[in-house]
């Protein structure tokens, strides 16, 4: 184990953990897009045990809250 995490982070330039909840951010982005599942229930199908270090995660990678994602996407598809 501590191998595999010394050479994910020295070729990945992250550990492995940190990529592991970037790409879970970036799926419950894309279900926030296209479904009208909570965010609640989408932290945790996607793995989520912690909701504070997914909404951390969430704004450091895409610079707003979650909620914010859903509703650019509602009016920018021409509703309301």
Same mark, same amino acid.
């Given at each position: 184990?501590?191998?595999? *995490? !010394?050479?994910? %982070? %020295?070729? /990945? @330039? /992250?550990?492995? $953990? !940190?990529?592991?909840?970037?790409? +879970?951010?970036? %799926?419950?982005?894309?279900?926030? =897009?296209?479904?009208?599942?909570?965010?609640? !229930?989408?932290?945790? +199908?996607? $793995?989520? =045990?912690?909701? %504070?270090?997914?909404?951390? /995660? &969430? +704004?450091?990678?895409? $610079? *707003?809250?979650?909620?914010?994602? +859903? *509703?650019?996407?509602? &009016?920018?598809? $021409?509703? @309301?």
């Amino acid at each position: 184990k501590e191998y595999f *995490c !010394r050479f994910f %982070k %020295k070729n /990945m @330039g /992250m550990s492995f $953990g !940190r990529y592991l909840n970037e790409i +879970r951010v970036s %799926k419950i982005h894309h279900d926030l =897009l296209y479904t009208d599942e909570p965010v609640s !229930r989408l932290i945790e +199908r996607h $793995g989520f =045990l912690n909701s %504070k270090l997914f909404y951390d /995660m &969430f +704004r450091s990678v895409y $610079g *707003c809250r979650p909620s914010q994602v +859903r *509703c650019d996407n509602y &009016f920018s598809e $021409g509703n @309301g």
